[in-house]
């Protein structure tokens, strides 16, 4: 071998080495690329909050990092709706599994909307992310997102000021917020200037927006406030000013039925209903589910000349289950435009 052919192996075997102890980078023709060192926070994966549920992401970007953290979430999630969905089925079969699936990721869709960034990192362009869903009820998550932003009062006495969801605000944030009850997919949303919050299963409808209301001229007594499935009640109406009448029912998550409409009411005496409207009919308690209470609340809405409204659903012998009738945002609009008085029952099994 000459001297010159040892001299080409001895530089070969050098840049060998020199490529072998460069582990920073790589050589491939006459490119050099960098891979950068990542360290991972000290943070990701050991964040602990009892009131939220926490997902953890990464990704070479930020979008990328949230949804690995979404997709953490949601599996946890469906794996709840899982447990709450079992408890109703007695037997398993293709069709059972199939609905199920669908339930569950309608749920995680609606329930993630409520994800907010808790933390997050970059390092050289590759993303850490932590995103929280907040396990709390309602008005705690309404709390939340009122004292994250600069407060945005209502500035009318809209009937959703006198219930125990905006009470509860208040009395937590100072804040009297404009919210609003929106219509979400086969549910309901609070609106708060462009923040939207869900309102989920385990979230107690009647509690949260049924209130007795008697300040707007409108008087409505029921009697009795508390009566048995199947049992009589009547309501007692009186009113400042002479004109007319709607009377609606409103029961289980937002469904309303109109009982009647346009009945004669003057300054000087009071309507029991049904008694002088329908002489021979009683107003009768009713029970979706027999054995388990609910609270219904009866709307009066005044108005000083015939309402020809007629976009919601007529009493009739049953209760109508149909989505048609969840129509409380609509009623809330028209009580936000009229006079009204409001007043809630409990039905108790009998």
């Given at each position: 071998m000459g001297c010159s052919q040892f001299k080409k192996i001895s530089l070969l075997i050098g840049?060998?080495?020199?490529?072998?102890?460069?582990?920073?980078?790589?050589?491939?023709?006459?490119?050099?690329?960098a891979i950068p060192?990542?360290?991972?926070?000290?943070?990701?994966?050991?964040l602990q909050d009892s009131s939220q549920m926490i997902g953890y992401g990464e990704g070479n970007s930020r979008e990328a990092a949230i949804l690995m953290a979404?997709?953490?979430?949601?599996?946890?999630i469906q794996v709840q709706v899982s447990a709450e969905t079992n408890i109703n089925v007695t037997k398993s079969n293709k069709n059972i599994t199939q609905d199920y699936t669908s339930t569950a990721t309608a749920k995680t869709d609606v329930l993630l909307l409520e994800t907010s960034v808790l933390r997050e990192e970059n390092q050289n362009n590759y993303w850490y992310i932590a995103i929280s869903y907040d396990r709390g009820n309602l008005h705690k998550r309404l709390i939340n997102m009122v004292s994250s932003s600069l407060c945005s009062p209502i500035k009318n006495e809209d009937y959703i000021v006198f219930t125990y969801l905006?009470?509860?605000?208040?009395?937590?944030?100072?804040?009297?917020?404009?919210?609003?009850?929106?219509?979400?997919?086969?549910?309901?949303?609070i609106d708060y200037n462009g923040q939207t919050r869900p309102l989920r299963d385990g979230d107690n409808f009647e509690d949260y927006f049924y209130a007795r209301v008697d300040n707007k001229g409108i008087v409505v007594n029921g009697s009795p406030s508390s009566v048995k499935n199947g049992k009589p009640f009547e309501l007692q109406i009186t009113s400042h000013e002479d004109g007319y009448?709607?009377?609606y029912n409103v029961y289980g998550r937002g469904m309303v039925t109109e009982l009647v409409s346009n009945i004669p009411i003057s300054a000087s005496k009071s309507v029991n209903f049904p008694k002088d409207v329908f002489p021979n009919n009683e107003l009768v308690a009713s029970l979706v589910n027999p054995k388990v209470s609910a609270v219904e609340m009866y709307v009066v809405v005044f108005n000083t000349t015939v309402d020809r409204d007629r976009r919601f659903t007529l009493a009739a012998s049953t209760i109508n289950p149909a989505n048609n009738s969840f129509l409380f945002d609509l009623l809330l609009e028209k009580m936000s435009q009229s006079r009204f008085g409001t007043d809630v029952f409990r039905i108790e099994p009998y």
């Open positions: 840049l060998m080495v020199l490529c072998l102890s460069s582990p920073s980078y790589a050589f491939w023709g006459k490119e050099t690329v060192k990542r360290i991972i926070p000290e943070w990701y994966g050991t979404r997709k953490e979430i949601s599996e946890s905006f009470t509860q605000i208040v009395q937590a944030t100072g804040c009297r917020p404009n919210l609003k009850l929106e219509k979400a997919n086969d549910g309901w949303m009448i709607s009377i």
